[in-house]
């Protein structure tokens, strides 16, 4: 059936989990009257438990329409994907869980939405179904939580402040004070256990997509140093988050002829930061043991991550500083939680944005950036979170 006659326009799938109930919190008191939205999962009482709560919210969802789906099942993956116009998954890890619904959406050309930072996932799913989506005009958009959108959307943002048609410098500096829940837990503990996967599907993304003819788009890992323009020490942080920046940069020339960007975490002080390095590389040697990474799992349950009060003294910030054609420009990107409030307004934000805003006629994988660009900075403006020029020189 084509897109505009399914009948919804929004399937949240993994609703009951812990980001996914609260995006559906924040659908039952954002979106618009008018908007045709459903709650999926695999578990229908816990379905009905979670309408309950939201029609709390907002009486009218006393009748939002539920739909059963499991990633084990194909069948009911393609049922899902042909009932909606845009799904949003928060089912994780993607690794595990993910494939079958990129494929079923790929296919039935439905929008696609997740928040997966897993780059094997990602890799994976372009060589296998960018090409199928682009053919039946269906947007593939992973990293659509503080990973990847508030770093790709704040590079977009400080890009806009530069001229055009030079090479740009940017680096970007994270800060905060969050924590998180089961689900992350389990997402980072796996990509942290399948380093050679995770470097076999990159090799063999590059060997499917073309090259970027003419111009240069870099996300190289930066060293640590002290900024001088954060007054912080900058540590590299090799998330998803700098490939999905150089993928926005490939896909748009205002990137201009040569871009670079660097990804730190900015910490205070010192100590703080060599303790930090030596936590993760022990997490990250630790997990190469798969007895020693189920252990690690096992202390965090799925379902459950920070509660509303520790999520209401969470922030980030991230700054930006850029460079070109002789002008420098800091910017800054600032919201609450980061892992879970500001992650399910972002993940709400883009289904509307992809159901009702008028947006670049692109299919395939896509970076947050390249297909929602301003208006999903807009919409996130709108909705508290802060993108400012904080200096010009
Ligand atoms: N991008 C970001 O910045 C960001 C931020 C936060 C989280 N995340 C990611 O988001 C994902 C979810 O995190 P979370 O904390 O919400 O995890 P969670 O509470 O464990 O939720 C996982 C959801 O997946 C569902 N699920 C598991 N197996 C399934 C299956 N076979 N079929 C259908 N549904 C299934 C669960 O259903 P039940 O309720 O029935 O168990 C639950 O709804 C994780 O991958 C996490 O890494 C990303």
Redesign the pocket.
């Known amino acids: 059936m084509e897109p505009s006659k399914r009948n919804y326009d929004i399937v949240l799938?993994?609703?009951?989990?812990?980001?996914?109930s609260l995006t559906a919190q924040y659908l039952a008191t954002h979106a618009p009257d008018d908007c045709r939205w459903a709650i999926a999962?695999?578990?229908r009482t816990?379905l009905e438990r979670l309408r309950e709560r939201l029609a709390e919210l907002n009486p009218s969802c006393a009748t939002l329409p539920l739909v059963t789906?499991?990633?084990?099942d194909p069948a009911s993956l393609r049922t899902l994907a042909e009932s909606a116009r845009v799904v949003a998954t928060?089912?994780?890890?993607?690794v595990w869980?993910g494939e079958g619904l990129v494929e079923a959406c790929a296919e039935a050309g439905t929008d696609y939405l997740d928040?997966?930072?897993e780059p094997e996932f990602v890799d994976t799913m372009y060589v296998r179904h960018d090409a199928r989506a682009r053919e039946r005009g269906a947007r593939l958009v992973h990293?659509?939580?503080?990973?990847?959108a508030p770093h790709d959307l704040g590079v977009l943002f400080t890009v806009q402040q530069l001229p055009t048609g030079v090479p740009l410098r940017i680096d970007g500096f994270v800060r905060t004070n969050a924590t998180?829940?089961?689900?992350?837990l389990?997402?980072?503990l796996t990509a942290l256990g399948r380093g050679a996967q995770t470097a076999r599907a990159a090799k063999e993304r590059r060997l499917h997509e073309p090259r970027l003819v003419g111009r240069r788009a870099r996300a190289p890992l930066g060293a640590p140093h002290f900024s001088k323009e954060t007054g912080t020490w900058a540590l590299p942080m090799p998330t998803i988050d700098p490939q999905v920046i150089a993928r926005s940069a490939a896909a748009d020339e205002r990137y201009g002829p040569d871009f670079r960007y660097r990804h730190f975490a900015a910490v205070k002080h010192l100590p703080v930061a060599i303790g930090g390095v030596a936590a993760v590389s022990a997490v990250a040697a630790v997990t190469q043991l798969p007895p020693a990474r189920e252990w690690l799992m096992s202390r965090y349950e799925?379902?459950?991550?920070p509660d509303e009060a520790r999520r209401r003294r969470s922030w980030f910030t991230v700054r930006f500083v850029g460079e070109g054609g002789g002008r420098r420009v800091f910017t800054e990107v600032s919201g609450g939680d980061?892992?879970?409030d500001e992650?399910a307004k972002i993940l709400a934000e883009a289904a509307l944005s992809l159901a009702f805003d008028k947006l670049p006629e692109i299919a395939g994988q896509l970076t947050p950036a390249t297909a929602m660009g301003p208006a999903l900075t807009e919409r996130l403006r709108a909705a508290g979170m802060r993108f400012r020029v904080a200096d010009t020189r």
Do not use: E, H, I, Q
């Open positions: 799938f993994g609703a009951t989990g812990f980001v996914g999962g695999r578990n816990k789906a499991d990633s084990t928060t089912v994780g890890p993607y869980y928040l997966t930072g990293a659509c939580g503080f990973d990847s998180f829940s089961g689900g992350t389990a997402s980072a799925a379902g459950n991550g980061p892992g879970y992650t």
